[in-house]
């Protein structure tokens, strides 16, 4: 019996009609389907967004695998992971494991495959890309998120200022991910520049409780919850992408 396939499925960042098809058509075919786990316990936000394509005979595998920095609490959970999934993928069964937003984005997806590969060399791995938070939130906001020649940084919010202030140097549109364990900074950061009308907040894009932000006016008290991102543009968009954008009005 061969070895079975650790697929890496993404699930969209929020809306479930933003899987791809051919990660709801891998999905309806495997028996096993791994996802993060919440605080609670229980199967975490990217189960929420794949509900609806799953059936009640598959076998749903929390794993625990925390939100934190230490790098040995890590480790051992991907190890642990690992551990829980490898008799199955060593006995032939196709493993799918689910996240939110792209697997490739800032995604504990890779790190248990590579807990996964260090037990078994030959295992098949293959990811099935998908909706990412950042063009999840440009949609939400009705604007593209970079247009012509305008250069993107991401930043995954494990930044200092200075690297925003080199971002903002570099790139037309800077993302902040995980915006909000450091967003007084940033709030006051962009208040000093005169750049609170250049950001926006997206809160929670393609869930029924999206909220948007198109600009930061008068929100420095406001606390956003873990899934938000901003969107910043560090200079004006060209006329050409200005009248492209204005006739648009994407909705
Ligand atoms: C660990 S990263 C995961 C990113 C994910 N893999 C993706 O492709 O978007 C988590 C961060 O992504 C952003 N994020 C993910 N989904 C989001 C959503 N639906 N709305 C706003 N931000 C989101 C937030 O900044 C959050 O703190």
Same mark, same amino acid.
């Given at each position: 019996m061969g070895l079975g396939t650790f697929w890496g499925i993404?699930?969209?960042?929020?809306?479930?009609?933003?899987?791809t098809v051919k990660a709801a058509r891998i999905l309806s075919t495997v028996n096993w389907v791994a996802c993060p786990q919440n605080a609670a316990g229980q199967p975490g936000l990217a189960y929420q967004i794949v509900r609806p394509w799953l059936r009640p005979e598959q076998t749903l595998l929390p794993l625990?695998?925390?939100?934190?920095?230490?790098p040995e609490v890590l480790q051992a959970a991907w190890r642990v992971a690992a551990q829980q999934l490898a008799p199955l993928l060593e006995r032939g069964e196709d493993v799918a494991f689910i996240c939110e #937003?792209?697997?490739?984005?800032?995604?504990t997806f890779a790190y248990v495959a590579q807990a996964l590969r260090q037990r078994i060399p030959a295992l098949p791995i293959q990811a099935i890309p998908g909706v990412c938070s950042p063009l999840a939130a440009a949609a939400a906001l009705g604007s593209p998120l970079v247009l012509g020649s305008e250069k993107l940084a991401i930043l995954?919010?494990?930044?200092a200022l200075s690297e925003l202030e080199q971002a903002c140097a570099w790139a037309e549109v800077v993302v902040l991910m995980k915006v909000a364990s450091v967003y007084p900074q940033v709030w006051q950061w962009l208040a000093e520049r005169g750049w609170l009308q250049q950001a926006s907040l997206v809160v929670?894009? #393609?869930?029924?409780q999206q909220t948007l932000f198109?600009?930061?006016?008068?929100?420095?008290?406001y606390q956003p919850p873990y899934f938000s991102l901003l969107i910043l543009r560090s200079r004006p968009r060209n006329q050409d992408s200005l009248n492209l954008e204005n006739e648009l009005q994407l909705e």
């Open positions: 993404s699930a969209g960042a929020g809306d479930p009609d933003w899987i625990h695998l925390p939100f934190v920095t230490q #937003g792209d697997v490739g984005l800032y995604s995954p919010a494990l930044f929670w894009a #393609g869930w029924p198109p600009t930061l006016e008068g929100l420095a008290d």
